[in-house]
């Protein structure tokens, strides 16, 4: 999981910090999360658009434990790793889609 050091970790745990996230959507949970990850410098990021494609895998992430019982620094290491564990997963996928096509020459 996120380390508490990850800047975007920090920066998530700040943006969820001053609203009662927990009374928050997941899904708004979500994009304010990515709107600080992608801008952690900002001190009140907007949340991203709803048609943000990393939104679903967030969600889907916070509806399967119990988000609301977790702390502020809980729930964003938790969405950091999820969007690394996916990035990680895709860059292995492009690897093998090379490995593929150069077997194939």
């Known amino acids: 999981m996120g380390s508490l050091a990850d800047i975007r970790v920090c920066a998530v745990a700040n943006a969820l910090s001053p609203y ?9 949970v979500s994009r304010r999360a990515l709107a600080a990850i992608d801008d952690p410098e900002t001190t009140n990021p907007v949340p991203v658009a709803r048609h ?3 939104i679903d895998l967030l969600v889907d992430s916070l509806v399967r434990c119990r988000w609301r019982s977790l702390t502020a620094e ?3 290491r938790r969405m950091v790793a999820v969007l690394d564990a996916c990035h990680d997963e895709s860059q292995w996928l492009e690897i ?3 490995w593929l096509s150069e077997r194939d020459r």
């Open 74 to 76: 809980a729930v964003s």
């Open 52 to 54: 943000d494609e990393r």
């Open 96 to 98: 093998e889609l090379r």
């Open 20 to 28: 009662e996230w927990r009374r928050l959507t997941p899904e708004m």
